[in-house]
């Protein structure tokens, strides 16, 4: 990234980013957010919550369709890992969003966790006075952990600054504190390569076994992050197998719980389960992915 410290203002986390960014962005005239047609509900709540108009762009195999975003005024991507879908965006739609006219907002979730190759760099460093770079510490330390940061564009910095603290400040000074020490100590970095091991490990878990107890049954996306998707063959529907999930003591979501609710007809009801692997305690891992094969087979 290209980050200046006076760019770089803390907040509670991204919910609590995304709503300062969303509120400069109203008060400065924008009217309209591009957001990709699968994604966070409460994320698309929180921008329309601030008064935004939201436009959802179609997601292929390549990412966002940059080019749908034409008359936003603003656009919220997952470039190096699309949530929930799974994929990258393709390096000619990243050089489109670099090169768009207005403001990208960068919500790298989960960038720690690539497994298979290096992660992609920072959407940011290509533009950093039209992007946004959103982080925070919820997936590489805790999800109640709530500290993010955005590394802004400096027109923004005054709007989004005054923002933040009218939504009551940038969230606790001793998880600040706390934080910066781990950093400094050289802690979180370790904490980082342990995790990173760990979750690959488990991908991998989960997937050889989906493959071998349940072959049908597809695991999308690149080797990162702590979710999968699960695509599901002709015959079996996300809503059996969810409640088939629940009735085993596991609870999965289906793909369609992430979908806007005005995506269009260019993203088609696909049939998939999302799941998340970085929650279960180790010494319950391998029974809940049993449970799991088993609920697929029970539909079988």
Known sequence: MTADPAHIVICAGFAHGLAGISRALRSSGASTLAVEAFGHQAHRDIAAGQGLRL???????????????AGADAVLLTPAHQFPLGVTLHPRRRREAAGWGGVVIE?????????????????????????????????????????????????????????????????SRLDQLTLAEFITSGGYDRHIRRSRLAYRRRRDR????????????RVTGIAAGL??????????????????????????????????????????????????????????????????????????
């Open 227 to 300: 979710h999968a998707l699960c695509e599901l063959p002709p015959g079996l529907t996300e809503d059996h197998l969810v409640a088939r999930a629940a009735a085993r003591g596991l609870e999965v979501e289906g793909l369609a719980r992430y979908r806007a609710t005005n995506a269009g007809p260019g993203q088609p009801g696909r049939q998939a389960l999302v799941i998340g692997y970085g929650s279960p305690p180790e010494h319950s891992f391998s029974g809940a992915v049993a449970r799991l094969c088993a609920a697929f087979n029970d539909l079988a």
């Open 107 to 171: 919500d790298d979730y989960d960038g720690e966790f690539r497994y298979d190759r290096q992660p992609v760099g920072a959407l940011q460093a290509l533009a950093p006075e039209h992007v946004v770079y959103a982080g925070s510490a919820s997936k590489s330390l805790a999800p109640g952990f709530r500290l993010g940061w955005l590394v802004l564009p400096a027109a923004l910095v005054g709007e989004v600054t005054a923002a933040r603290e009218l939504a009551a400040g940038p969230g």
């Open 55 to 69: 436009r959802p762009l179609p997601v292929d195999g390549m990412g966002a369709v940059i080019g749908e975003a």
């Open 206 to 217: 989960l997937a050889a076994a989906l493959g071998r107890e349940a072959p049908r049954v």
